[in-house]
């Protein structure tokens, strides 16, 4: 009966499992398997340690790969079995600083169906919320100021999370489970429109409607995006085209064109 002994499974995994919500996938792995310890991250990757009968490891590891989340990459997997140290429940852990950093960090992805489908429900709490994101989706490379991908090592450090986002990032259940950039129109940041003086002309919604308008009236507009600055005009404009490349002092190479989606190129 070897077999029914109760083991401790360490596992390594290196590659790209942060920021892909690989933690919240161990966890409801392995409260969904009833096993017990605990998911961390470190510089150089995520560190689990689960107990049980050793059959159950042995699903447990296989589900790991099998069902990981689909942003991630593992490019290393070790594992070994130890003796059992009697862990009570299965537990998110704070982050490890320390060691050399070799974590990968993934780049920052295009809001996924779900945030589409709340930023423009009226009835959701992030109506028309250009921030929204989500573990499936959002900045990261963008905001990652060091490893490990924590919200402390982010540039969201800044924005406290409100009770509702903490709820969420807390939930092991919910989408935003340690979504490291998650935030909502009452805590995170926000949009605002200036005038080429530097004067805040109007915020939030207000300020995406008048930045359209304006590209709309033939004016150069400068989006300040998470990675640096887009200055957009309407190619439509002839006007405003020749008035970006002489401001530009880019006479003849090409510009970059924008479409809502494949089908309309
Ligand atoms: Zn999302
Ligand atoms: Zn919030």
Not at 91 to 98: F, L, P
């Amino acid at each position: 009966m070897s077999d029914e002994k109760i083991m401790r499974l360490r596992i390594a995994l290196r590659g790209a499992v942060q920021g892909v919500g690989f933690r919240p996938f161990v966890y409801r792995l392995a409260n969904d398997m009833g096993l017990s310890g605990w998911v961390n991250n470190s510089p150089q990757g995520v560190f689990i340690e689960v107990e049980g009968k050793k059959t159950s490891l042995d699903r447990f590891l296989s589900r790991l790969q099998s069902e990981k989340p689909p942003r991630s990459f593992i490019q290393s997997l070790e594992s070994s079995y130890l003796d059992s140290v009697g862990f009570g429940s299965f537990e998110v852990r704070e982050s490890d600083q320390s060691g050399k950093k070799t974590a990968l960090v993934l780049p920052d992805i295009a809001t996924c169906p779900d945030c589409l489908r709340e930023i423009f429900d009226p009835e959701n709490r992030r109506y028309l919320y250009p921030f929204t994101n989500c573990t499936n989706c959002g900045p990261r490379y963008s905001i990652i100021e060091d490893l490990p991908y924590d919200r402390r090592n982010t540039t969201m450090k800044i924005f406290p999370m409100c009770e509702n986002c903490q709820r969420e990032y807390d939930d092991p259940s919910d989408r935003r489970f340690h979504a490291q950039p998650n935030a909502c129109p009452e805590c995170g940041p926000h949009l605002e429109l200036w005038d080429k003086a530097g004067k805040k002309i109007d915020f939030r919604q207000e300020a995406l409607t008048l930045a359209a308008a304006a590209i709309r009236q033939g004016k150069i507009l400068a989006i300040k995006g998470v990675g640096g600055f887009h200055l957009m005009v309407d190619t439509r404009d002839e006007e405003a085209v020749k008035l970006l490349r002489l401001r530009k002092a880019r006479e003849e190479k090409p510009l970059a064109l924008m479409f809502p989606s494949l089908e309309m190129v």
